[in-house]
């Protein structure tokens, strides 16, 4: 009888959710070391793994990032996709790239966006709302980030023009 409790004992501990839990991350870890899944990031969403299964379907699109040191990194978004969502891509990818390498590094992504766009056959993607598509951008297509300063027609002083102005601030009359 002693051995039957203990065994008893043995397999509610295993169906305990902690059990569960470390079964299940032990099969994700295995998982994504399998070299057909590589694009999947460790610590997947569900909207990552959508966004996967949907590339797989044909329903969206890997489109080829170009730094400005010319290494690049692939993101997938949707066919519908704005620019705001893959901006919003590339955010999320270069966080993971960063994490990966250096550990945890904060990244001002408004400084970034302030300063440089993103760029397409040289055609700038300035307009967070418009469609990918809009702009000739298919499946494996490259963007390039490239200098920007935001004008005043994008509702924006120009760097120059901002210095200028809290530079006569601190003048003394």
Known sequence: MDSASAKAEEVAAYQSSEAKQARLQSMLSTLLDDPILADVPRKPSLADVDTLINLELGSAMRVIVVKLDNTSF???VL??????DLKLAIRKKINEIEQEQMGHRHISWKHVWENYCLTHHNEKLIDDNSALSSYGIRN???VCFSPHIM??????HSRRRKHRFFHGL???L
């Not at 066919?79 to 705001?84: C, E, L, P, R, W």
């Not at 004008?151 to 924006?156: E, F, G, I």
């Open 74 to 76: 692939d993101v997938a």
């Open 151 to 156: 004008s005043r027609v994008h509702r924006k």
């Open 140 to 142: 494996n297509s490259k």
């Open 79 to 84: 066919n519908a996709a704005t620019v705001k």
């Open 170 to 172: 601190s003048k003394k």
